[in-house]
Nanobody
Framework: QVQLVESGGGLVQAGGSLRLSCAASGSIFSNKPMGWARQAPGKQRELVGVFTDSTSTNYADSVKGRFTISRDNAKNTVYLQMNSLKPEDTGVYYC?????????WGQGTQVTVSS
């Protein structure tokens, strides 16, 4: 059974940093697409950053230069380093993985950026 468990969310002031972690289990994820999405109150979920394969990454324009996604294949873990946070980065952050064309989601972790 595939499970994705996020951690590392919290409350931070604008300009601060947070690092989110996503621990995956139940399959082999090392060369599979994995990434992060977020959903702000009243808005649709949007992709933030993703590994399209084991090494290639893409980011939403709104986070380029501030957020960095990384992965530790030995630990089946994906990270999202978020710097220079803005109030508009507030939302629930979800980890996801794509296995055999099926998208699996974590339960989400809340990130709140105060101005």
């Amino acid at each position: 059974q595939v499970q994705l468990v996020e951690s590392g969310g919290g409350l931070v002031q604008a300009g601060g940093s947070l690092r989110l972690s996503c621990a995956a289990s139940g399959s082999i994820f090392s060369n599979k697409p994995m990434g992060w999405a977020r959903q702000a109150p009243g808005k649709q979920r949007e992709l933030v950053g993703v590994f399209t394969d084991s090494t290639s990454t893409n980011y939403a324009d709104s986070v380029k230069g501030r957020f960095t996604i990384s992965r530790d294949n030995a630990k089946n873990t994906v990270y999202l380093q978020m710097n220079s946070l803005k109030p508009e980065d507030t939302g629930v952050y979800y980890c996801y993985a794509v296995l055999a064309s099926v998208v699996y989601w974590g339960q989400g972790t809340q990130v709140t950026v105060s101005s």
